[in-house]
Structure formats: structure tokens, C-alpha cells
């Protein structure tokens, strides 16, 4: 019974990555996941439904992330060593929103929202797959079937919180969507396409992939602590709430009933949240899957650092194109006057967020006995030096997170 391999070998194991490819793959449909409830769970009474089917373990990115075997589909090789942490490249971008009120919305430069949009007015994409916030409670990060501009701009923002979206794919009204996520998420993409469309045929639909690069995510409740206990703020009281809000590297914001304001600047964030991260995203081999049609990042290397320091520095995105189609969808956004671009580098030496990706990744290669999320190469780095996560922070910026 799939279900039950998937619950031994990824749940119980916690390395479920609450993405909801599972559910969107399961060909009985029973299967169930929600924000509220981000694992999944087979229905009542439908233990016998399964069969010999082994779909739902064969998308999961939990243990085996499929990386190797979609980078041979996807660009005929697999990456090296020296493409460890940054992927199979085309070409690498600092991009900026053209649009002021779409880089007004974003956390940093606005690619992602821009080119979802550009791509949405050619008719490119009939809608994006993004993640909005629950209308009675705005902490609750929700995923959303995004089709009109606005509501794709309202959704233009980070989100620092574990969001299963992939299971809406599964009743999707749309035939060609623009799918946002996080590594793990594009990794079960991808490995819905290896299955193929026949066994999984929601992975159809998917006709575009952006790829966000993630430090790691974190669980509802280390949102709820900022907002309870830092803000001192009780939950029933909040209308509205954005990561990410104001001036760049903008600040943890929370509007009261009232219309107030309560802010906590965005490196206070990064230090309470190292609390509240599940096994999965401590384990995680990727910054980015590398992937994605596209792979964006903020430009600035250590927001963290920027944050603390009160630098000012100009909203930028990195702006990777890994595909064909990747190029593409640049080009096109660059010609109606969407994206504005110029050449960019990606060093993986300067990135916080990915230097603390490593470093934890390897410190449980190092001491977990259990079994992993699989790397992108089996090439894998020495553990000879480890840093923990406040030291990496420390060393690279020029003093500690208290």
C-alpha cells in the first residue's frame, strides 16, 4: 500500500516537506492536506483504495528529491561539482520591476511578480499558482490560483512560513499555469513529470516554473510567536500582516483593528524563526533545486546584515534562467517593458542564505543516523568543518544574531 510506504519512509520520518504533490498525483483521490493540517493524510475509510499504487511516493521530494534524474530529462547532464549549490546555468540577471506599484508590493525587486504578469497580459499563462493570506486570518500563509494581475500583485510578497500549494493543481480550471515554489516544491514538479502526464495528470496544466531560493522555511507557529509574544499581540486582533513591508529589506508588519502598525525589523525575524524550523528544512540539501525554468533571489547577498545595520540599499532580484523557456519568458517580459535587466553574478561564497542552507545540511550528513533528503550530486562536500548556524551568520556579518 503506497500510502503506507510514504507514511514510514517520509511523515513518520519527518521529512515531508508539506508541498501536496501527493495529493495532487493520487489517481483515487484520497488523499488530504490544508494549511491547517500540512501533512497528508489518507481519508477516512480509503485504506483499502490503494492498491499497488505507488504514486504518491514516487512525486514525494521528501527523501528522494529526484534531482539527478530531472537534470538528465531536463538539460541531458547533471551538474558537477563546481555547479553544486548554484545548478546548471544560462545566464545570470539583477532584474528590477518596471512597474513602481509592482516594485513598491515586492521584497525586493519584483521579478517574479512582474514576469508572472507580463507572461499573464500575452496570454503566456492563464494563471499563477502563488501564495496569498487567509482573508479572516492574515498570518495564515494560503495558496492561491492567481488570474488577473491584481490579484497576482497582491500576492507579491515573501513568505516565510511552510505552505502547502501543489494539491491545487489537482482541480485546477486552468490549463497553463505558472507555478511559484520553493525548492522542494519544484522538485516534486519535476518529479511528476518524470512520472509523466498519463499517470499524473495535473502536472499538465503546469506550463511554467519559478523557483524562490529558500534558507529554509518555517512552521505557522514561529509566525504566531512574532505576533503573540514579541508584538505582544493577540492573533483575533490582526487585519492585515506582510513580512517583508516597507522600505527595503522592509520590516515584519502587523496592522491592528485599529489601523496601528506593529513592526519588528526583518533581522529580528531571521533570529526568532531559527526556532520554529521543522527536521525536513534543517536536512534540506538546496538552496535551489535548480530546476526551475527561472531561479530568483533577492540581489542582496545579506539581508540580514542590511537589516541590522540600517543600510540602504536599492530593491533588487537575482534572476536565474536555467531553460529555454526560461530565456524566453525574460526576453518577452524585457520587450513589452515589464523586467528591467542588466548583467548579474551569482556567487554562492556571499550568499547568507545559502551558506546557512549548507552548513546545516552538512552538519546533519554529519550527525543524524537516519535516513536524508537526497543531494543534487553525489559528489558531496567534506565535513570536515562544520559551522553552526549562528557562527555562519556571525562570521558573515560582522557580528552575532543575539
Known amino acids: ?63 528522494v528529491t529526484g534531482v539527478a534524474e530531472s537534470e538528465q530529462r531536463i538539460f541531458g547532464r547533471r551538474r558537477d561539482q563546481s555547479e553544486r549549490w548554484g545548478g546548471i546555468v544560462r545566464a545570470v540577471y539583477t532584474a528590477r520591476a518596471a512597474d513602481s506599484g ?34 479572516e486570518r492574515p498570518w495564515v500563509p494560503v495558496p492561491r490560483l492567481a488570474a488577473t494581475a491584481a490579484e497576482i500583485i497582491e500576492c507579491a510578497q515573501a513568505t516565510y512560513c511552510i505552505t502547502p500549494n501543489l494539491q491545487m493543481l489537482r482541480d485546477a480550471p486552468y490549463e497553463r499555469i505558472a507555478v511559484v515554489g520553493v525548492p522542494c516544491q519544484i522538485e516534486a514538479v519535476q518529479k511528476m ?3 509523466g502526464e498519463q499517470a499524473v495528470p495535473a502536472v499538465g496544466k503546469v506550463a511554467f516554473t519559478i523557483e524562490l531560493a529558500c534558507a529554509s522555511s518555517t512552521s505557522r507557529a514561529g509566525t504566531e510567536h512574532l505576533i503573540e509574544n514579541r508584538l505582544r499581540l493577540p492573533l483575533a486582533d490582526v487585519t492585515r500582516m506582510r513580512y517583508r513591508a516597507g522600505d527595503y529589506p ?44 527561472i531561479s530568483v533571489s533577492d540581489g542582496d547577498p545579506n539581508i540580514f546584515r542590511t537589516s541590522r545595520d540600517g543600510v540602504q540599499v536599492p530593491k533588487a532580484s537575482l534572476l536565474v534562467t536555467r531553460t529555454e ?7 518577452r517580459a524585457v520587450d ?21 542552507k549548507r552548513n546545516r545540511y552538512l552538519a546533519c550528513r554529519r ?3 537516519g535516513p536524508l533528503p537526497t543531494g543534487p550530486t553525489d559528489l558531496e562536500e567534506s565535513t570536515d568543518r562544520v559551522l553552526g ?14
Open 102 to 135: 509592482v516594485l513598491a508590493a515586492a521584497s525586493a525587486g519584483g521579478a517574479v511578480t512582474s514576469l508572472l504578469v507580463s507572461a499573464l497580459h500575452r496570454g503566456a499563462i492563464d494563471a499563477a499558482l502563488v501564495i496569498g493570506r487567509d482573508p
Open 325 to 331: 523557456l526560461g530565456d524566453e519568458f525574460v526576453r
Open 367 to 369: 550527525s543524524y543516523p
Open 389 to 402: 548556524d549562528h557562527e555562519v551568520i556571525e562570521a558573515m556579518s560582522g557580528g552575532a544574531a543575539a
Open 336 to 356: 513589452a517593458g515589464d523586467v528591467v535587466v542588466r548583467p548579474g553574478t551569482f556567487r554562492p561564497e556571499e550568499s547568507l542564505g545559502l551558506q546557512r
Open 250 to 293: 522592509g520590516e515584519f508588519t502587523v496592522w491592528d483593528r485599529d489601523g496601528d502598525q506593529h513592526r519588528l525589523p526583518f533581522h529580528e525575524l531571521v533570529t526568532e524563526f531559527k526556532n520554529f524550523k521543522t527536521f525536513r528544512c534543517q536536512a534540506c540539501p538546496d538552496w535551489w533545486s535548480g530546476l526551475a525554468d
Open 193 to 195: 513529470r518524470n512520472v
Open 1 to 63: 500500500m503506497s500510502y503506507l510506504r510514504l507514511f514510514h519512509d517520509v511523515i513518520d520520518s519527518s521529512l515531508c516537506s508539506s508541498c501536496g504533490a501527493c495529493v495532487a498525483a493520487c489517481p483515487q483521490d484520497v488523499l488530504t492536506i490544508s494549511v491547517d493540517d500540512p501533512l497528508p493524510r489518507l481519508q477516512a475509510g480509503a485504506d483499502d483504495q490503494c492498491g499497488s499504487c505507488s504514486i504518491c511516493t514516487a512525486v514525494c521530494p521528501g527523501q
